[in-house]
């Protein structure tokens, strides 16, 4: 199984990017997928998950400025994150859980960086 997520870099506050995520070696339309970040000194969090029937979650600190969607037929999950803050800059991973047999895989991460 894997995750292979791209798409950060360095923005300035009040930029846009979108992350991707291409998993392989799952039934990726049978999953739940989502984005959590982790920033230095702190936990992992999640961000925002969609799951296998389209119902989307986010954390309060980014609803309204970040959408996470699917590409089933791509096996792809996307983040398309505006108004960057500061305080969004993160290592994001993207993770794949299928919750009847309590699965859960992980990418590497893709660094985000937001400067003020």
């Known amino acids: 199984v894997q995750l292979q997520a791209s798409g950060g870099g360095l923005v300035q506050a009040g930029g846009s990017l979108r992350l991707s995520c291409t998993t392989s070696?799952?039934?990726?339309?049978?999953?739940?997928v989502g984005w959590f970040r982790q920033a230095p000194g702190k936990q992992r969090e999640l961000v925002a998950r969609?799951?296998?029937?389209?119902?989307?979650e986010y954390a309060d600190s980014v609803k309204d400025r970040f959408t996470i969607s699917r590409d089933n037929a791509k096996n792809t999950v996307f983040l398309e994150m505006n108004s960057l803050k500061p305080e969004d800059a993160a290592v994001y991973y993207c993770?794949?859980?299928?919750?009847?047999?309590?699965?859960?895989?992980w990418g590497k991460g893709t660094l985000v960086t937001v400067s003020s």
């Open positions: 993770n794949a859980h299928y919750p009847p047999r309590k699965l859960n895989y």
């Open positions: 070696g799952i039934i990726f339309a049978a999953y739940d």
């Open positions: 969609i799951t296998r029937g389209g119902i989307n």
